[in-house]
Each structure stands twice: as structure tokens, then as C-alpha cells.
């Protein structure tokens, strides 16, 4: 009948998608392991604790496991502390040199409150050294506010060692023969702002004449560390970037011996990675630094990879 002939071809149907989908499943499940075991340096996990197990069973397997997870930090370790002796030369730690931490800011109240944060968290996790906060362009009214202000509730309150440094305004942007084009550019402001504190700060004084730095040690050794105002410290930074999981850091060319630096000595600073990358070697650099044969013009693109990726 009609109805009989529908029953069995549905009943036609139904069978082979039954049979077909738990193939599919179990071809695929294969598939998916021999894509694992065929990996390179694929190997069956060691140390895998049994099911049913004494304690001692549990224990020296789990103690395998541990072992081969440490020992590249253990190796790690002994590299950097050859490296440390390499470094120093037998000389100082951390914890002997001079750490200062500079950041540049306006005379705004929205820059003041961002200061008060950084502070108070350098403070909090016991920051080495000295910090400066570098105001830039502040009138003579905000400039007086300003030490004040940092005199009462910062130098006064959390630590002596955190100062502020007031430099003219540098945004002004000028022509070629020098003339004001009357317009603006914020971001001068930390570079200029910067070298003025270079130049004139107590702590460095490099081209102070009326007074001059005469303690070379602490100015030409200090480990200055430049950060912006928005950065909040969860703990202390200073020139050690040791070879562990908690110091992340890229390492330099492959075919350079020794890997990378562990530590900020002179010719080796650090700097955080940026998303320009190596875009700046496109730009007119004669221009941006008025010289045609600038050095930066001469950096090839490896080298800027692996160590010029800033901001």
C-alpha cells in the first residue's frame, strides 16, 4: 500500500544517516589524533600518574613532572647570574645604584591627580630611588600652585626622594629659519621637557653652568627610568630583567652570541615594545632629524626589529 511503501522509505532513509554519523565521528576523532602524534617533537606525556597508585607511586610521579618543569628555570637562572657577574664585574646590586623614575606631565589638575596615583603606588610597592615628576609650560600662578600642592601632599607626606621639575613651554612648533608658525604640538613637551631636566635637574645637571653637577659617579650611573604619567607600578622596576617567567622581554638577533642583555648597563638600555614597529624607516627621516646623513637613515631592517620597535 501507499502508506506501507512511505514506512519503508523512511525507514530507508533513517538507517543510513544512523550508521554514517558515528563514522564520521570516529573518523574524525582519528584524524584529529594522528594530526597530534604527527606533530613535531610530539611525545606521550611522562610522570602521568596512575589510576590506582601507593603514595610513593603518586609522589615520584608527580615529582617528575616538577623537575622537568623547573629545570629550564634552574638553567636559566645559573645563565643569568654568570651574566649578572659578566655585567657588573664583581660590583653593585639593584638595591646600591641609583634608580630615578621621570615622567612628564602638564599643569593641569587632570595630570596632577594622575601624579598623586603614581606616587602613591611607588610608594606602595616600595619603589627604589628617586622619582620626578616634569611639569611642563605652567604660568606663574599654576607654576606656584603647583610645588606647592606637590610640597604638602607628596614631598611632604609620602617621601622627600619624589620631587617635581618645572621647564618652560616647548610645544610651539617653528619653520625652518626658526619663526613661530603659531600652532601647536603637545608631545614636545616630554622630549624638550626631558633633556631640560637633564640639563638642568640638581640630580644630573649636565649643562648647568651656574650649578654644575661635579659628582660624575651618580650623574653619568643613574639608571633613569622614563614612564607616563597614566602607568601605575604593581611593583618595583629597576635594571634587572632576569631570565625568568615574571621578566618578559624579547630577545635580540638569533645570530648575536651571549642572548639577550639581563641587565641595563651602559650601551644597553631597555625599552618597551611599541605598534609602530618598523614603520619609522619609512618616514622622512632627513627631514624629522634636519640631517641627511642621520644614523638613524642608515639602520637596516633586521636590526630595527629587534631592537628599535619603540615608543
Given at each position: 500500500?501507499?502508506?506501507?511503501?512511505?514506512?519503508?522509505?523512511?525507514?530507508?532513509?533513517?538507517?543510513?544517516?544512523?550508521?554514517?554519523?558515528?563514522?564520521q565521528?570516529?573518523?574524525?576523532?582519528?584524524?584529529?589524533?594522528?594530526?597530534?602524534?604527527?606533530?613535531?617533537?610530539?611525545?606521550?606525556?611522562?610522570?602521568?600518574?596512575?589510576?590506582?597508585?601507593?603514595?610513593?607511586?603518586?609522589?615520584?610521579?608527580?615529582?617528575?613532572?616538577?623537575?622537568?618543569?623547573?629545570?629550564?628555570?634552574?638553567?636559566?637562572?645559573?645563565?643569568?647570574?654568570?651574566?649578572?657577574?659578566?655585567?657588573?664585574?664583581?660590583?653593585?646590586?639593584?638595591?646600591?645604584?641609583n634608580?630615578?623614575?621621570?615622567?612628564?606631565?602638564?599643569?593641569?589638575?587632570?595630570?596632577?591627580?594622575q601624579?598623586?596615583?603614581?606616587?602613591?603606588?611607588?610608594?606602595?610597592?616600595k619603589?627604589?630611588?628617586?622619582?620626578?615628576?616634569?611639569?611642563?609650560g605652567?604660568?606663574?600662578?599654576?607654576?606656584?600652585?603647583?610645588?606647592e600642592?606637590?610640597?604638602?601632599?607628596?614631598?611632604?607626606?609620602?617621601?622627600?626622594?619624589?620631587?617635581?621639575h618645572?621647564?618652560?613651554?616647548?610645544?610651539?612648533?617653528?619653520?625652518?629659519?626658526?619663526?613661530?608658525?603659531?600652532?601647536?604640538?603637545?608631545?614636545?613637551?616630554?622630549?624638550?621637557?626631558?633633556?631640560?631636566?637633564?640639563?638642568?635637574?640638581?640630580?644630573?645637571?649636565?649643562?648647568?653652568?651656574?650649578?654644575?653637577?661635579?659628582?660624575?659617579?651618580?650623574?653619568?650611573?643613574?639608571?633613569?627610568?622614563?614612564?607616563?604619567?597614566?602607568?601605575?607600578?604593581?611593583?618595583p622596576?629597576?635594571?634587572d630583567?632576569?631570565?625568568?617567567?615574571?621578566?618578559?622581554?624579547?630577545?635580540?638577533?638569533?645570530?648575536?652570541?651571549?642572548?639577550?642583555?639581563?641587565?641595563?648597563?651602559?650601551?644597553?638600555?631597555?625599552?618597551?615594545?611599541?605598534?609602530?614597529?618598523?614603520?619609522?624607516?619609512k618616514?622622512?627621516?632627513?627631514?624629522?632629524?634636519?640631517?641627511?646623513?642621520?644614523?638613524?637613515?642608515?639602520?637596516?631592517?633586521?636590526?630595527?626589529?629587534?631592537h628599535?620597535?619603540?615608543?
Open positions: 500500500s501507499s502508506s506501507s511503501f512511505v514506512k519503508k522509505k523512511h525507514s530507508l532513509r533513517e538507517k543510513p544517516r544512523r550508521i554514517e554519523e558515528p563514522d565521528e570516529q573518523a574524525q576523532q582519528k584524524a584529529r589524533l594522528n594530526l597530534q602524534r604527527n606533530r613535531k617533537g610530539w611525545k606521550k606525556p611522562e610522570g602521568k600518574v596512575p589510576l590506582s597508585a601507593t603514595t610513593t607511586q603518586k609522589k615520584k610521579a608527580q615529582s617528575s613532572v616538577v623537575d622537568d618543569d623547573i629545570s629550564p628555570l634552574k638553567k636559566s637562572a645559573v645563565v643569568a647570574q654568570n651574566h649578572i657577574k659578566i655585567a657588573d664585574e664583581g660590583s653593585s646590586t639593584s638595591e646600591s645604584v634608580h630615578h623614575i621621570i615622567f612628564s606631565t602638564d599643569c593641569s589638575p587632570y595630570q596632577r591627580w601624579s598623586y596615583l603614581l606616587f602613591f603606588h611607588a610608594y606602595r610597592v619603589q627604589p630611588g628617586k622619582i620626578t615628576r616634569i611639569a611642563s605652567c604660568n606663574d600662578e599654576e607654576a606656584r600652585d603647583e610645588v600642592w606637590h610640597t604638602e601632599h607628596i614631598s611632604g607626606q609620602i617621601s622627600q626622594d619624589y620631587g617635581i618645572l621647564t618652560p613651554h616647548f610645544t610651539r612648533v617653528k619653520d625652518e629659519t626658526g619663526k613661530d608658525t603659531g600652532k601647536d604640538y603637545k608631545f614636545f613637551n616630554k622630549p624638550f621637557g626631558v633633556r631640560h631636566w637633564m640639563e638642568h635637574n640638581p640630580d644630573m645637571g649636565f649643562h648647568d653652568d651656574t650649578q654644575p653637577n661635579t659628582d660624575t659617579k651618580t650623574r653619568d650611573d643613574t639608571i633613569v627610568i622614563l614612564i607616563d604619567p597614566d602607568m601605575v607600578l604593581l611593583r622596576i629597576t635594571r630583567f632576569p631570565l625568568d617567567r615574571t621578566h618578559l622581554a624579547k630577545g635580540i638577533l638569533d645570530n648575536e652570541k651571549g642572548g639577550r642583555p639581563i641587565r641595563v648597563t651602559h650601551g644597553k638600555p631597555f625599552a618597551q615594545l611599541f605598534g609602530f614597529g618598523t614603520a619609522w624607516q618616514l622622512d627621516i632627513a627631514t624629522i632629524t634636519g640631517d641627511p646623513n642621520s644614523p638613524a637613515s642608515k639602520v637596516d631592517y633586521q636590526i630595527a626589529r629587534a628599535y620597535p619603540v615608543g
